[in-house]
C-alpha cells in the first residue's frame, strides 16, 4: 500500500497569511493526487486534483504543486471560512490512500 | 447540482449485516466510478470500495474483502454497500463518493455503529 505522510498535523495562523500543507507519498504516483477540506460536521469536499488542477468553484486562493512522491497545497490570504481539516489523498493504485489530515485554525 | 444521499446505517450487532444505499441525482450515473469511504476519529479516512461504471469491476481493502460487496443499479441511480459479519472496528461514518478518478462528490454521510 502506498502511505501518505502529512505535515503538519495542525497549523494556526492569522488572517491575510500564506500557508502550507505538506503530503509525502512512500513512492512515486505521477501526481494521482488530490487535496480535500473538510470543515466541522461536514463531508470532505474536493479542492485540487492532479496535483496542481483547482477543482471549479474552489477560490484561486488555493493551489497545490509537487510531483513525484513530494506535494504541497498552499492557501494564500488565509481568510475565516478556511478553517477545516485538509487532506491529502493518492489515487494512483489501489488501495486508494489518504493523509492523515491537517487542522488548521485562525490564530 | 451533483446530489448523493447515503441511507441504511444505524446499530448493529457484532456479526450481523446492514446494507447502505446512495442514491445519485444531477448527472449521468452511468457514466460514472463509485467509491465508498468511511471516517472515524482514530484512523481518519479509509477508501472501503469502488465499482466500476457498468459494475463489472469491483475493488476492496483488504480488512473488509468477503464481507462487504459493493454493487449498483444504473436503471435506480443506486449504489449499495452490503456488510456482512460485521466487526467493531467497522464503526465509522461511510460516504458514497463519485469517481473520477479522484473523489470530486461526496455524500453527507451515514453513521454505522457496531456494538452489543
Known amino acids: 500500500d502506498i502511505r501518505m505522510t502529512q505535515s503538519p498535523a495542525s497549523l494556526s495562523a492569522s488572517l491575510g497569511e500564506t500557508v502550507n500543507i505538506e503530503c509525502l507519498a512512500s513512492?512515486?504516483?505521477?501526481?494521482?493526487l488530490a487535496w480535500y477540506q473538510q470543515k466541522p460536521g461536514k463531508s470532505p469536499q474536493l479542492l485540487i486534483y492532479n496535483a496542481n488542477s483547482l477543482q471549479n468553484g474552489v477560490p484561486s486562493r488555493f493551489s497545490g504543486s509537487g510531483s513525484g512522491t513530494q506535494y504541497s497545497l498552499k492557501i494564500n490570504s488565509l481568510q475565516s471560512e478556511d478553517v477545516a481539516t485538509y487532506f491529502c489523498q493518492q489515487y494512483n493504485n489501489y488501495p486508494l490512500t489518504f493523509g492523515s489530515g491537517t487542522k488548521l485554525e485562525i490564530k | 447540482e451533483v446530489q448523493l444521499v447515503e441511507s441504511g446505517g444505524g446499530l448493529v450487532q457484532p456479526g450481523r449485516s446492514l446494507k447502505l444505499s446512495c442514491a445519485a441525482s444531477?448527472?449521468?450515473?452511468?457514466?460514472?466510478?463509485m467509491a465508498w469511504v468511511r471516517q472515524t476519529p482514530t484512523k481518519g479516512l479509509e477508501w472501503v470500495a469502488s465499482?466500476?461504471?457498468?459494475?463489472?469491476?469491483?475493488y476492496y481493502r483488504d480488512s473488509v474483502k468477503g464481507r462487504f460487496t459493493i454493487s449498483r443499479d444504473n436503471a435506480k441511480n443506486t449504489q449499495y454497500l452490503q456488510m456482512d459479519s460485521l466487526r467493531s472496528e467497522d464503526t465509522a461514518t461511510y460516504y458514497c463518493?463519485?469517481?473520477?478518478?479522484?473523489?470530486?462528490?461526496w455524500g453527507q454521510g451515514a453513521s454505522v455503529t457496531v456494538s452489543s
Open positions: 513512492e512515486d504516483i505521477y501526481s494521482d
Open positions: 444531477g448527472f449521468t450515473f452511468s457514466n460514472y466510478g
Open positions: 463518493a463519485r469517481r473520477t478518478p479522484f473523489l470530486d462528490a
Open positions: 465499482i466500476s461504471t457498468g459494475g463489472g469491476n469491483t
